[in-house]
């Protein structure tokens, strides 16, 4: 079979981008950016423009002029067309809707009272699932980007296993024994529940095994691993992916809804959404919605989404033989095989990157969540091309102020931090740090004072380039892959949600995202 | 009255194209023809919805068993309406499609020779069951051929 399809609109796309990134490079865009107010996205512009152009001029040249034979090269190319239409799709919504969208919130906060870009999340991740959710229902994909719409799940691959460089030994500790408890308890006891009422509903077992494992563990792609294993009928495919699939929309709005309203810091918000949301597609959707300039929440978010899908080969493994104890038509299942053909390959990939993010190549080894401590001088003040310094230690006036509450302080290891820091007008060292930290945690400073703590301990952490590029790059793999995903939620399949599958989802899902809410707010307060 | 020599059943698997069906053969005279649309819809195409973490051989093997279920509701289908066909001495010509069923049965009937379309009612609310409407406004302004509508079943 030969995928590619001789199309000119790889080649539009191509030369569309490029000539963006001409403008925005040339300054005719000045005028929109300067309106937009997003100059700060300039570099990203020009860089990501070229790149993509080029690559889809080329590909699309290929495409117009070549005779394709039947191959892996002929799938791959098939592919670049609809890869650089979610890319078109993902540049509107991040450099203009995005933008457009913020002022519109803050031009209609004093008529409305509030500002509902912001309440809403209406940032660029939300409304690039949502273009890409109307894309599909109300367009419908081109026939020629279907491959590439397909690919886009490589694009959240990629940037899960790109995320592992940012965590230290610390952080993942501390985050892999509390997800390992919090999803182990939800999992088994979602997979329970919905077993349990299913027997009391009397659903047939089939039915009951792609039920549990979508609504257990971590929704449609579960429901997919498991629905061959049970001999899940037609009818029980479709009500259960169309009840994760509503669920798992609905969640992805609601959650940093709910999480703002209740002041949930980062990692309660990670560990709740990585928890609590049926479906693993929109746990970074939400993670994403509730920090968008940041991904301290998708961090937190991905290590619990990360559990839960090494959760995915036990569950399907245990609903196969479970099934084949109920059924004579269950067929006996290698207990090898299915581990094998079930294991999510790309968190090796994650595993891998950690591995080398721990060793120093992409940061000084001693980094903590990406940043490492220098108080040298050269790191404190520095000085631009016309020759202005900035010097970030600490000024005289700022000592004072500091001076004048050190009294405040109860504990005496604080207050010889206080008294340290003043004298040596910066940080001294890493625990010295965590002492300062602990000032302004503690709350018993006045918010101007404690300002003045946070800047000094921002004085002496540096994010690494290299970090802030995988930072960004990360970004993007989110970005583009969940647009992709997003044309890949078709109405029809959510409309299909109904039947037993819609009454027991709603019960656990319910269940699920109250629990879990409860228990986070509970145990999980400190930020990691 | 009408006596139709060749008439067109639009079924996709719900329980008032049942009804459409057996509305059908009592319709059929000794020298009619029943033609037999049997459409899957369409909505099958987005039954992986956003699954991301599964590797190609999963979803190259839950592709398959989703088509192979499928394929064998529509065997079944089949088979039971060309017994009742073979019983009742009806020339009897299924043929199965993909794609929107309202689109579907439209294109069909603008395909070849039609006397009388014989569907089934919309499921009544509160039913279950998968949603997928044959008869809609659309198709009820593009016929030029007489249709009976069957009540859904009791």
Request: with cysteine.
């Amino acid at each position: 079979m030969i995928y590619t399809k001789k199309t000119p609109w790889t080649l539009i796309l191509g030369i569309i981008m490029v000539a963006y990134a001409y403008m925005v490079q040339a300054g005719i865009m000045e005028p929109v950016i300067k309106y937009l107010h997003t100059s700060k996205l300039a570099g990203e512009m020009v860089i990501l423009g070229y790149t993509c152009g080029i690559i889809a001029i080329l590909a699309g040249l290929v495409q117009a002029f070549s005779t394709p034979k039947q191959g892996n090269f002929d799938y791959y190319l098939s592919t670049i067309g609809g890869l650089a239409f979610i890319l078109i799709v993902a540049f509107i919504v991040k450099w203009v809707l995005d933008p457009q969208m913020s002022a519109w919130g803050k031009a209609a906060q004093p008529a409305l009272g509030f500002n509902f870009a912001s309440v809403m999340n209406l940032n660029y991740v939300v409304m690039g699932i949502v273009a890409g959710i109307i894309v599909v229902n109300v367009f419908k994909v081109p026939h020629w980007a279907e491959n590439g719409v397909r690919m886009s799940r490589l694009g959240l691959k990629t940037g899960v296993v790109l995320l592992g460089v940012l965590y230290s030994w610390e952080e993942l500790r501390n985050l892999a024994g509390l997800s390992v408890v919090l999803i182990g308890f939800f999992v088994l006891g979602s997979v329970g529940i919905t077993l349990w009422m299913g027997a009391r509903r009397n659903i047939p077992n089939s039915m009951g095994g792609v039920l549990s494992a979508g609504l257990g563990v971590c929704g449609v792609s579960a429901s997919v691993a498991a629905a061959p294993v049970v001999n899940a009928k037609s009818t029980e495919i479709a009500y259960t992916i169309g009840t994760i699939l509503l669920w798992g929309v609905m969640c992805m709005f609601l959650f940093p809804i709910v999480g703002k309203a209740m002041g949930m810091n980062y990692t309660q918000f990670g560990a709740w959404a990585g928890t609590g949301i049926l479906n693993s597609a929109q746990v970074a959707g939400a993670a994403l919605a509730f920090q968008p300039t940041g991904i301290e929440t998708l961090k937190v978010a991905e290590i619990f989404n990360i559990t839960r899908i090494l959760f995915l080969p036990i569950i399907v493994l245990w609903l196969a033989v479970w099934f084949v104890k109920r059924e004579q038509t269950g067929e006996r299942v290698n207990l090898g095989q299915v581990m094998f053909a079930k294991f999510p390959v790309f968190v090796l990939g994650f595993i891998l990157m950690f591995l080398l993010g721990s060793t120093g190549v992409f940061a000084p080894a001693q980094h903590y969540q990406g940043k490492y401590f220098d108080n040298s001088e050269k790191a404190m003040v520095k000085t631009d091309k016309d020759g202005k310094v900035t010097d970030k230690r600490l000024k005289d006036a700022d000592a004072e102020k500091l001076k004048a509450e050190a009294d405040k302080l109860q504990r005496e290891d604080q207050k010889a931090a206080l008294a340290r820091l003043i004298q040596e007008k910066k940080v001294m060292s890493p625990d010295h740090d965590t002492l300062v930290r602990g000032i302004v945690n503690s709350k018993v400073l006045s918010k101007e004072a404690s300002d003045i703590l946070k800047k000094q301990h921002e004085a002496v952490y540096h994010t690494a380039k290299k970090i802030a590029m995988f930072r960004d790059i990360i970004a993007w793999m989110f970005t583009f892959g969940l647009t992709g995903l997003g044309m890949q939620i078709t109405m029809a399949s959510i409309k299909q949600a109904g039947g037993q599958p819609l009454v027991i989802g709603s019960v656990v899902g319910t269940l699920k995202a109250v629990g879990s809410l409860i228990v986070v707010m509970l145990f999980v307060s400190e930020i990691v | 009255m009408l006596k139709p020599k060749h008439i067109l059943l639009a079924s996709h698997g719900t329980p008032g194209a049942r009804a459409a069906e057996r509305a059908a053969f009592a319709l059929c005279g000794p020298k009619a023809t029943l033609h037999h649309l049997i459409v899957v819809p369409d909505f099958w195409k987005g039954m992986m919805g956003d699954d991301w973490l599964n590797n190609a051989s999963t979803r190259d093997t839950y592709g398959r068993y989703v088509e192979g279920e499928l394929e064998n509701e529509v065997r079944r289908h089949i088979a039971s309406l060309q017994r009742q066909a073979a019983k009742h001495r009806i020339r009897y010509r299924p043929e199965v499609v993909f794609g929107k069923p309202e689109q579907c049965l439209r294109e069909r009937i603008a395909r070849g020779r039609v006397d009388l379309v014989v569907l089934g009612a919309p499921r009544p609310k509160g039913k279950s069951g998968l949603r997928s409407y044959m008869v809609t406004e659309k198709l009820l302004r593009a016929l030029h051929v007489p249709a009976l509508i069957v009540p859904y079943p009791a």
